[in-house]
């Protein structure tokens, strides 16, 4: 069975349109923004669902909420930055009649301004994920120009020993200097081993019951 002509006939405008290399510009834009929002839905949900009920305190309800809500957030924020991102690309090379590497740098920086600038936890995540493959980037990046000789041998153990060794440093003698999620990852880690009552703590649960 085929669609109703009224529908065909609205699907072949849209894609007409969608084709149009006129348009691509703007509508590189909209699908930006969509392609924002679902990645970063796909992204968070079930990174805060693993979180929220391994570390959180508080009723199923309460749960749920903040797991909406931080998938909400960060949906919401990458959807907006993509937008913001490719529409200030596409209007600087408009303006300037071609494409120059600065209007990558410039559009980013007014993005992650407004949209990740305010200091919550969710931007917090995200900039700090970022800077870890800046410096990764920069690094192989100054290989390849020459700025830094090509290491004789791999550098990787290094960097391993003086990242584990700093981490926890600070936590166990600057903890309030981490992000909270970090936090509760390692005190699970590192100070709640250090505790348990009988078997079923020791063991099958991380804490015993406060009944026990």
Same mark, same amino acid.
């Given at each position: ?45 079930? =990174?805060?669902? +693993?979180?929220?009920?391994?570390? @959180? ?18 949906? @919401? ?25 600065? =209007? ?25 994920? *970022?800077?870890? @493959?800046?410096?990764?980037? *920069? ?7 020459? +700025? ?17 060794? *700093? ?6 003698? =600057?903890? =309030? ?17 250090? +505790? ?17």
């Amino acid at each position: 069975m085929g669609l109703p002509p009224q529908l065909e006939n609205l699907l072949y405008t849209v894609n007409t349109l969608l084709r149009k290399r006129r348009y691509h510009a703007a509508l590189a834009v909209l699908k930006g923004f969509r392609n924002g929002a679902v990645y970063g839905a796909k992204i968070r949900a079930p =990174h805060a669902l +693993v979180m929220t009920f391994l570390f @959180r305190s508080g009723s199923l309800k309460e749960k749920l909420k903040a797991i909406f809500q931080a998938t909400y957030t960060h949906s @919401r924020n990458l959807a907006y930055f993509v937008f913001t991102y490719k529409g200030l690309c596409a209007l600087q090379s408009h303006v300037q009649g071609q494409t120059f590497q600065f =209007h990558s740098f410039l559009a980013a920086c007014i993005g992650g301004w407004l949209i990740f600038g305010e200091n919550n936890n969710i931007n917090s995540q995200i900039n700090m994920y *970022l800077l870890s @493959r800046i410096l990764f980037g *920069l690094a192989r990046l100054a290989v390849e120009k020459g +700025v830094i000789p090509e290491p004789k041998q791999d550098p990787f153990p290094l960097f391993s020993a003086i990242i584990w060794g *700093l981490i926890l440093w600070l936590f166990q003698y =600057h903890r =309030h200097t981490l992000q909270p999620s970090l936090q509760s990852s390692m005190t699970y880690l590192y100070d709640d081993s250090n +505790v348990w009552h009988d078997i079923s703590d020791f063991l099958i649960y991380n804490k015993s019951s406060p009944g026990k």
